[in-house]
């Protein structure tokens, strides 16, 4: 039986190019393999699934003392035919009155043999009923699927293929980082056939980075991109992929003909979706980014679609590999699409003539969002709600620029505007005032909420150096409000204006606009305003020489803010009041009240407030530990660089660096203070934290040098590192780390590759020596 069965024709076919990567999906289905009789990959159009079947059929022969059989349905278009299909493929002759489930089933009983059945999608009910019998008669028979979708049948392994990993790039990478990641490797393997002679430099290696990027680590289309690399540079294939459907349309032409182009391979999937999937799919193609359940019942219901059905559409969405389920989504299931999905649902939603009624309804769902956000932040779930918007964040852009773009102005100031605290601790103003500017522009006077939008325009506009600019926001604002403003308003201007007066260095100016603010929030019950008030008063007061004010103003700010469980605030007050505590002589609880602050904005992702805080610790300490205050005050320039701001907006801040940098050149060489900076510069907001609380020496040690301590590990791979060496198993790390295990997975890996290890063991004891305690 197992000669025929090899003879037959059905065995696995040679491989004709290189197999690159997937060796933790091969461990892993191997496994699952060896203790389940029914294993079925899954994953999108173009992922891989037949190729990595078939490595894993040929690695799996041994175990099969009957062969292993590939069964290709790609062709097979009737129910009726998928036995005779499999029997071909097998070897047997055909029965007088045609092949059934129940008499292929009899034959393979006495078998023991690896079935492979690849492209079931299609066919999907009439193969879970062949396999379902084949299962129950023949019991040392092993079946390996390939299908969009899972058969749904007892005893099923599903194992989701995923993209292959994909580099970002930025500043810190170099050329020869690129190579680690399977999917610029496949890049390479097959340009390099096209075009012998190609090279991967320093030049093109950013293009090439952002080219498997944008093709979301799908085989297929890198493969047809690189094919591209003999006709075009890359750095005009990265350039065209702004439609990769009309760029990737060449293949293999001995590929079947929905795997000849990327197009019709999705096209492929579409057809296989009934219609509410398919008018779900272009509908979803509005979400530039992940989305939640809530956020379609929303946006993608009405004129066809019920809310009911949103949770069993994504369902079979999510089954069919039309959409992914992040694995570490928050509170709520989020979904995905791929780029060239999403485009094709796109293009379907346009020639529907669906787009405008979806995008309302895109720019209605994040208006409440906001709404939501402005009433929310002020207490216990400030992080959740920053978390949130972060993950909303592409969806809240296009939302925008749809509200704009379809001349709605109104609301999109309303957006933007009640997101503002959202773009300072994000460290995005400059995106912030992007659209109140172009809100502001393209409305009329007395539009509502032009004058929130103008006095925030004005407040982003001193923070990011543009003081010139603030008065006139702030008499347009004024001159919006009407003859009868609400205390409220007016206190939030003569606030934006006080601190206005403060970034300019003009703290007495700035007494009598906060001042005001203060008594005109004591009118109102605007938390909010008054708590950002005496914050700000508090440091004009110290800033101005009179200490007890300052103290009264940032406890009563505390008392506040910890009433309602706030953090921004809180911490940013803490953060000023260890300054005026310093200046009366109580060093100790300064210094602890500052570090308090800063683990308090590194929990909270505040960049700015980070910043600021490693500033203040610089400064603490360079009178007594100048090596230290050199590398905090390196630390502190790359918080500023991730802030978007500078410490030039706040002058208070600015004086301090400026005579603390005098300071340290006064008592440490020119070189000495350089490396240190540079050192501090190098670490990551999670090891400057560690650093400033003395856990960690990272760039304070003198005896290595940063850049060569932890090379050949990027900064991401280094913080997984340190996980693993803390004990943690991957899906923990991806928790700390706001990761998805599947990306944990790939730099575990990586960092075993890079340091030629075998076991997370030897990893726990590498960094170990590398972690020194502080030098303090």
């Given amino acids: 039986m197992g000669r025929s069965l090899r003879r037959a024709g059905g065995d696995v076919p040679a491989e004709v190019t290189t197999f690159v990567g997937r060796r933790r999906e091969l461990g892993d289905a191997r496994k699952l393999l060896s203790s389940s009789r029914l294993v079925t990959l899954t994953g999108p159009g173009g992922v891989g699934k037949t190729r990595l079947s078939l490595r894993i059929a040929d690695q799996a022969r041994r175990a099969f003392p009957d062969g292993v059989v590939l069964v290709e349905l790609a062709e097979v278009r009737s129910a009726e035919l998928v036995p005779h299909a499999v029997a071909s493929a097998l070897g047997f002759r055909d029965e007088p009155s045609g092949w059934t489930a129940e008499s292929l089933a009899e034959r393979l009983a006495p078998t023991h043999l690896l079935l492979v059945l690849d492209n079931c999608e299609h066919l999907v009910v009439p193969c879970a009923l062949l396999v379902r019998r084949i299962l129950a008669r023949a019991p040392d028979v092993h079946v390996l699927t390939t299908s969009r979708e899972p058969m749904k049948i007892a005893g099923e392994h599903t194992y989701a293929v995923p993209p292959l990993p994909v580099p970002t790039w930025d500043d810190g990478s170099r050329a020869a980082d690129l190579e680690q990641y399977d999917g610029v490797r496949l890049f390479l393997d097959r340009a390099r056939a096209r075009e012998p002679g190609f090279v991967l430099t320093e030049a093109n290696a950013p293009h090439v980075a952002e080219i498997c990027q944008r093709l979301d680590g799908i085989p297929l289309a890198i493969e047809l991109a690189a094919d591209r690399v003999r006709a075009l540079p890359v750095e005009q294939i990265n350039a065209r992929l702004g439609s990769r459907l009309r760029l990737l349309t060449t293949g293999d032409r001995s590929a079947s003909a929905r795997h000849q182009t990327l197009l019709a391979s999705i096209a492929w999937s579409h057809d296989l979706c009934t219609e509410p999937e398919q008018l779900l799919w272009a509908r979803l193609s509005v979400f530039p980014s992940s989305f939640v359940v809530s956020a379609v019942e929303v946006v993608c219901t009405d004129d066809g679609l019920a809310r009911d059905d949103v949770?069993?559409?994504?369902?079979?969405?999510?089954?069919?590999?039309?959409?992914?389920?992040?694995?570490?989504?928050?509170?709520?299931?989020?979904?995905?699409?791929?780029?060239?999905?999403?485009?094709?649902?796109?293009?379907?939603?346009?020639?529907?003539?669906?787009?405008?009624?979806?995008?309302?309804?895109?720019?209605?769902?994040?208006?409440?969002?906001?709404?939501?956000?402005?009433?929310?932040?002020?207490?216990?779930?400030?992080?959740?709600?920053?978390?949130?918007?972060?993950?909303?964040?592409?969806?809240?852009?296009?939302?925008?620029?749809?509200?704009?773009?379809?001349?709605?102005?109104?609301?999109?100031?309303?957006?933007?505007?009640?997101?503002?605290?959202?773009?300072?601790?994000?460290?995005?103003?400059?995106?912030?005032?992007?659209?109140?500017?172009?809100?502001?522009?393209?409305?009329?006077?007395?539009?509502?909420?032009r004058a929130t939008a103008l006095r925030w325009l004005a407040y982003f506009s001193f923070y990011l150096g543009d003081g010139a600019e603030v008065p006139r926001h702030i008499a347009e604002a004024r001159a919006e409000l009407g003859p009868e403003p609400a205390a409220a308003d007016l206190g939030y201007l003569s606030f934006v204006e006080g601190m206005a007066q403060l970034s300019g260095s003009d703290a007495h100016g700035a007494q009598a606009p906060l001042a005001e603010a203060l008594r005109l929030f004591a009118q109102t019950d605007e938390v909010v305003g008054r708590a950002h008030v005496l914050l700000g008063y508090g440091v004009t007061q110290w800033l101005c020489g009179d200490l007890a004010s300052a103290q009264e103003l940032l406890r009563e700010c505390l008392r506040i803010t910890g009433r309602h469980v706030e953090s921004t605030l809180h911490s940013s007050a803490l953060m000023n009041l260890g300054m005026v505590l310093r200046d009366v002589g109580e060093p100790g609880d300064a210094e602890a009240m500052v570090l308090e602050a800063l683990q308090l904005k590194a929990h909270d992702q505040e960049y700015i407030g980070q910043a600021m805080c490693l500033d203040a610790l610089a400064w603490f300490s360079v009178a007594d530990d100048p090596r230290r205050g050199a590398t905090l005050a390196g630390c502190a320039e790359t918080a500023w660089r991730r802030s978007g701001s500078s410490i030039d907006s706040v002058v208070a801040l600015r004086r301090f660096r400026d005579a603390s940098l005098d300071h340290l050149r006064a008592v440490l060489p020119e070189r000495d203070l350089r490396s240190l900076m540079a050192a501090g510069a190098e670490l990551s907001p999670a090891r400057a934290l560690a650093y400033a609380q003395g856990v960690d020496g990272g760039g304070a040690d003198q005896d290595h040098d940063h850049a060569e301590l932890f090379r050949p590990l990027t900064e991401r791979e280094w913080q997984v590192a340190q996980r693993v060496a803390e004990g943690l198993g991957n899906r923990q790390i991806a928790g700390r780390l706001a990761i998805s295990p599947r990306t944990v997975d790939a730099h575990v890996t990586h960092i075993l590759t890079k340091l030629t290890f075998g076991n997370r063991a030897q990893v726990a004891a590498w960094v170990t020596e590398r972690l020194r305690p502080a030098r303090v």
Wanted: glycine share 8%; proline share 4%.
């Fill in 311 to 449: 949770v069993d559409l994504l369902t079979e969405l999510v089954e069919k590999s039309i959409l992914v389920r992040e694995k570490d989504p928050g509170p709520e299931a989020r979904y995905r699409m791929l780029g060239a999905i999403r485009e094709f649902g796109h293009q379907r939603l346009t020639d529907s003539g669906g787009v405008a009624a979806v995008r309302d309804r895109l720019v209605d769902w994040c208006s409440q969002l906001a709404t939501e956000y402005r009433e929310g932040w002020f207490g216990p779930g400030q992080q959740e709600w920053s978390l949130r918007l972060r993950r909303e964040h592409q969806n809240v852009a296009s939302a925008l620029r749809f509200a704009l773009d379809d001349r709605r102005p109104a609301q999109a100031m309303a957006i933007a505007s009640d997101l503002n605290l959202y773009w300072v601790t994000a460290g995005l103003m400059s995106e912030g005032r992007h659209w109140l500017r172009r809100g502001i522009d393209e409305s009329e006077p007395r539009t509502p909420g």
